[in-house]
């Protein structure tokens, strides 16, 4: 994986309804359609996203499913916080994945690959938790992919380079470049 493609964070839900963990099936190498939640505005956002890109996908489920047992244990509410649980590639051009939009309201997607995803959905508390990896609190609840360059970052890092080179380290994950 080049870190040097990690442009942006996106908070994700399984299909709006935060009762669990969104896209915990996918293993790295796997290929799925990653959702944005329809409008006009969301459409033009994900033309914007260019093939290639990497994104690090922020989540926060309510409950989780035991892996061993297949038991669903709700998360105590002390717990509830944003959690980084994958790295994804855009693989397509938007206009590849166009045509394949539907009207419904997660209707619009991009193709992506996975390079990295936690091992065991199960543990949430082995889970990165965003505040403690980015250093940075703020309000983002939508569907919208965010630049790691935006100025709630820059706040906090001096540079793209340095928080790729922050996330590489906290997240360990296999780069054969940061830049």
């Known amino acids: 994986m080049d870190c040097s493609r990690l ?8 299909q709006g309804d935060e009762t669990q ?12 359609r990653l959702n944005f939640k ?11 996203l260019p093939k290639g890109s990497l994104l690090i996908l922020s ?3 309510h ?25 994804v590639e855009l693989v397509n051009e938007a206009s590849e994945d166009e045509p394949q939009w539907g009207e419904e309201v997660w209707g619009i997607f991009r193709w992506v690959k996975v390079h ?3 091992p065991d959905f199960s543990n949430y508390r082995s889970i990165p938790v965003e505040y403690d990896v980015m250093k940075v609190r703020w309000n983002r609840r939508n569907t919208y992919a965010i630049s790691l360059k935006s100025e709630t970052l820059k706040a906090q890092w001096n540079d793209v380079y340095e928080l790729r080179e922050h ?6 994950l296999c780069c054969t470049k940061v830049q």
């Open 21 to 32: 963990w969104a896209y915990p099936e996918y293993p790295i190498g796997a290929y799925f």
């Open 7 to 14: 442009d942006y964070i996106k908070s994700v839900t399984d």
């Open 38 to 48: 329809g409008s006009e505005k969301v459409k033009s956002h994900a033309r914007e």
């Open 63 to 87: 409950d989780c499913k035991d892996n061993t047992t297949g038991e669903h244990k709700k998360i105590p509410d002390g717990c509830k916080k944003r959690y980084l649980t994958h790295v």
């Open 167 to 172: 996330l590489k380290k906290e997240l360990n």
């Open 116 to 118: 990295w995803r936690i």
């Open 59 to 61: 989540q926060v489920p």
